[in-house]
């Protein structure tokens, strides 16, 4: 383990994979680091669905720290093959079906009703669902060897002092705790440590436009959905990728379910429901299983496909998922984002963000940086969080109010593909810019100009233009928009009717777009391998 002088401690609150992760960035840079857990690993936890931004981030953080196990996470291949004993999923792209309440769920050769846009070109640098009781126990039990105390079972409940010199109360198993630091991270979650205090200027922010609760748990025998729906006349035309490993979103009238298959068997499901339906209040307000059961119940290829599924453990719910603090950071403390803000599991963001965070903290905190530089970073990492916020909200929020019109719904997806894939064939191909390197930029574009403007104009034809009395976009018409707004920054062959809704990898399109990307034709292609596998130095290529 490399490790420099050692400087003041600092104390993370929360020990999910990220709060675990910044913990032992910071011991290789040097820091004295306390993780605090008010629970016991291993333990159930929600936010299980990568995606290619957040492999890039996990070797990162790998080459830079020599912490080849992350690495190893971001690859469904060398997962299987280095860490084998911890549960994953494969997840090659995200799969969307569009249904309607008390009918089985019907598709043509058209694919009026399904949508496929796959992630990667094949399962050994496919991304993965991770079984977060696994993956968040084992790198709590690597951190700890590596030199982070950690604390479990703790209730914190206070804290006071000063930057620098901060006084972390609890207790622990009826006893009293007491900790010093000179940095606290709240990595806690939702209602966290920090805003609970009452000490920091964490109070929540504005409220999002979007309010939605959760049902939720984890299945066993839960058969294909292709089956259920296959069996009663529904069609699937050619896909690229075996459509049920993947993020699975199925559209409902009260919001979306997600399914996301698990290696072992063991499906990962959950109702996002949408509080602006009728019936919201009463299914939330509801035993979590019998809202579940009405819900599912009221899809009959739905209620086929989890007619014999069994809960592994309760199913569970949340009245209220949307949360935004009023702050991010100040001096001698921060939120991780997964803290500061969450909107909606929709698109899987969740993951990807927070390893941002962890690796913009990292650089923060790092013991050669001077403490007016500490400021100005702590304050760049306020804006962009807080610009984050607003640019997830301005992709996803839309993407629910267009739900019912799956045509209009399934152009709108292509602004989070067209920025999703923008952002990472940079990040593998361009030299990152400036000293803060590609942790200093926008999470999915939200500091170029470009994106932003496609998602104001797409906002302005396909959403509101309904609403103040126009005609609904066709099929067509939706998606030629999207391709018009999208055309500066789609390097993925986005929005192409002819790809009749089920999208691969294209490194033709790819190839075809490099001016956009401001590469010679002849460069991107002699640097195309490095995007058909995980770029790390801990394992040869094959």
Known sequence: MRVR?????VVIVGSGFAGSILARLLVARGREVTLVERGRHPRFALGESSTPLAAICLERLAREHALPDLADLAAYGR???????????????????????GRRYRNDEGNSHRLLVAASPDEEIAD???????????????????????????????IEGRPGAWTVRGGRDGRPLTLSADFVVDASGAGGFLERSGRFPVAPGP??????GLLFGHFTDVPAFV???GATGAAFPAAPYPEERAAIHHLLDEGWMYVLPFDDGTVSAGVV?????????????????????EVVAAYPTLADQFVDARPVDEIRGVDHLQRRAGRAAGEGWALLPHTYSFLSPMLSTGIAWSLLGVERLARILDPGVSAPERRRGLARYEALLDLETGAIAALVEPAYRLRADFDRFAAWTHLYFASASWAETRQRLVDAPGPGGWSDTGFLGADDPVLRDAVVGATAELVEGRQRGGAPADRDTALETVARLIAPRNVAGLADPRRNRAYPVDLDALVGAHAVLGIAREDLVASLPRLRRSLTPFEPAG
């Open 5 to 9: 002088e050692v400087t003041g401690p």
């Open 207 to 212: 409220p999002a436009r979007l309010a939605t």
């Open 227 to 229: 089956a259920a729906a």
């Open 128 to 158: 993965a669902h991770w079984m977060r009781s696994d993956v968040d126990a084992w790198l709590v039990d690597r951190a700890v060897r590596e030199g982070v105390e950690f604390l479990d079972r703790c209730d914190v409940t206070s």
């Open 273 to 293: 429901v949408d509080r602006s339906h009728p019936d919201a209040a009463r299914l939330l307000a509801a035993a979590p299983a019998d809202a579940w059961r």
């Open 79 to 101: 997962w299987g093959r280095r860490l084998p004993d911890l549960r994953r999923g494969l997840k090659r792209g995200f799969t969307f079906y569009a249904h309607r309440r």
